[in-house]
């Protein structure tokens, strides 16, 4: 198993929105971005949602993210895994991300967006006990490309229904 390390969040200014996944993917860790992976939905599906082009380059996306008020992050600050899947997460030897402190300095955060079941499960056990606020959080259907029981029209579907009112 190996150790592996989260990245720094992606922040705007000022953040209404954050997304939270649990820990970046080994696609993601080799390439240091956010959902490196080819055949992860999360450029697309957030492309289409803010209006910007999935492929454009990795800071253009980021920017276009910040301009929407959307901060981007994992749950996990380091955990052991072996492979990228969540399921291989050990419990034993993992450290949550400072989200108090995150939440402190962002007074407008009021929603949490979990990329999957372990974001949501790890954010609600985890970290929701230890914040100033309590924030609207919601489970979206993960963008992996492991997670194949629903279509990325359906993905789409879910996380535009959650994140455009969020963003009006």
């Not at 990228?84 to 939440?103: G, Q």
Request: charged share 20%; with cysteine.
């Amino acid at each position: 198993m190996s150790l592996v390390h989260s990245f720094p969040p992606v922040l705007p200014a000022v953040a209404r929105v954050l997304i939270v996944g649990s820990m970046p993917g080994a696609a993601s860790l080799r390439a240091a971005r956010y959902y490196a992976h080819p055949r992860n939905g999360f450029w697309p599906i957030v492309g289409a949602i803010c209006g910007f082009d999935p492929d454009a380059d990795y800071e253009v996306r980021t920017a276009a993210l910040c301009r929407s008020g959307i901060a981007l992050w994992d749950v996990l600050q380091r955990c052991r895994r072996r492979g990228s899947l969540d399921s291989a997460i050990e419990a034993d030897d993992r450290a949550v991300n400072d989200f108090a402190s995150l939440f402190l300095a962002q007074p407008r955060l009021a929603a949490v967006l979990c990329n999957g079941g372990t974001a949501h499960d790890l954010f609600l056990r985890l970290v929701l006990p230890t914040l100033p606020r309590r924030p609207e959080l919601l489970r979206l259907p993960s963008t992996s490309p492991a997670h194949a029981a629903r279509t990325a029209a359906q993905k789409l579907a879910a996380w535009s229904t959650a994140l455009a009112p969020l963003l009006a």
